[in-house]
């Protein structure tokens, strides 16, 4: 599966709990833009490679060990299937969620927020949303199920920490416009984020069904 299909799952990543999504609109309007946004996306970023790391390595395991049972091939299928799985959850997860995606109480803390709270916040909310695990497993499935290297992650990281960098780019570029661009884009993400991800999870999981039915005609 090229890398090309596994990235608009970074879309997804960020909207799908939309926590992560909202902390960085708060950030980029809140005093000291800058330095507690940078530190924000650094612990997304930490946050979003280790795990997907570790998912990768995983499901290594499992492609190599079945390699040995079900040959290649079927190691293939066996992965796509449990990524079809992953993927079919994470629609009913993200669908479930999305009257529920509204600001936390403890967003009120952005406002003026140390980096290292910063930091530890990307690094809490990349980590500890169950639904993210899933897109996570999803991408390093695909990419260690198919036999690409690990460092075909690091395209998928970095478009989602730059899609949560929008906030503070339009800061830097609109200036006093962001005023009004940014409440409006928060609105906008409350209300039909889980739409936009829908979309995404469901054309990720149709390049897999692709692929494996492809796969029954390969050697």
Same mark, same amino acid.
């Given at each position: 599966?090229?890398?090309?299909?596994?990235?608009?799952?970074?879309?997804?990543?960020?909207?799908?709990?939309?926590?992560?999504?909202?902390?960085?609109?708060?950030?980029?309007?809140?005093?000291?833009?800058? #330095?507690?946004?940078? $530190? =924000?996306?650094? *612990?997304?970023?930490?946050? +979003?490679?280790? /795990?997907?790391?570790?998912?990768?390595? &995983?499901?290594?395991?499992?492609?190599?060990?079945?390699?040995?049972?079900?040959?290649?091939?079927?190691?293939?299928?066996?992965?796509?299937?449990?990524?079809?799985?992953?993927?079919?959850?994470?629609?009913?997860?993200?669908?479930?969620?999305?009257?529920?995606?509204?600001?936390?109480?403890?967003?009120?803390?952005?406002?003026?927020? #140390?980096?290292?709270? $910063? =930091?530890?916040? *990307?690094?809490?909310?990349? +980590?500890?949303? /169950?639904?993210?695990?899933?897109?996570? &497993?999803?991408?390093?499935?695909?990419?260690?199920?198919?036999?690409?290297?690990?460092?075909?992650?690091?395209?998928?990281?970095?478009?989602?920490?730059?899609?949560?960098?929008?906030?503070?780019?339009?800061?830097?570029?609109?200036?006093?416009?962001?005023?009004?661009?940014?409440?409006?884009?928060?609105?906008?993400?409350?209300?039909?984020?889980?739409?936009?991800?829908?979309?995404?999870?469901?054309?990720?999981?149709?390049?897999?069904?692709?692929?494996?039915?492809?796969?029954?005609?390969?050697?």
């Amino acid at each position: 599966m090229p890398l090309l299909t596994a990235l608009p799952l970074a879309l997804a990543l960020d909207m799908v709990a939309g926590s992560k999504l909202v902390s960085a609109v708060v950030l980029a309007s809140g005093r000291h833009p800058r #330095r507690s946004s940078a $530190a =924000f996306l650094g *612990g997304v970023a930490v946050g +979003v490679l280790g /795990p997907l790391t570790l998912w990768y390595a &995983a499901f290594r395991v499992v492609r190599h060990t079945a390699v040995h049972g079900i040959g290649a091939g079927g190691s293939r299928r066996l992965i796509d299937w449990i990524v079809l799985g992953l993927l079919a959850v994470l629609m009913v997860v993200t669908f479930r969620r999305r009257r529920r995606d509204r600001p936390p109480g403890w967003l009120r803390r952005l406002q003026d927020p #140390r980096p290292a709270y $910063a =930091f530890g916040l *990307g690094l809490v909310l990349a +980590v500890a949303v /169950p639904s993210d695990e899933l897109v996570m &497993a999803s991408v390093a499935g695909s990419m260690a199920g198919h036999g690409r290297p690990w460092w075909h992650l690091l395209p998928f990281v970095a478009l989602t920490v730059l899609l949560l960098a929008l906030p503070l780019l339009t800061l830097l570029l609109s200036g006093e416009r962001a005023e009004r661009l940014l409440p409006a884009f928060r609105s906008w993400t409350d209300r039909h984020s889980w739409l936009v991800s829908e979309t995404v999870i469901l054309i990720f999981a149709a390049f897999v069904v692709a692929d494996l039915a492809g796969s029954f005609s390969r050697p």
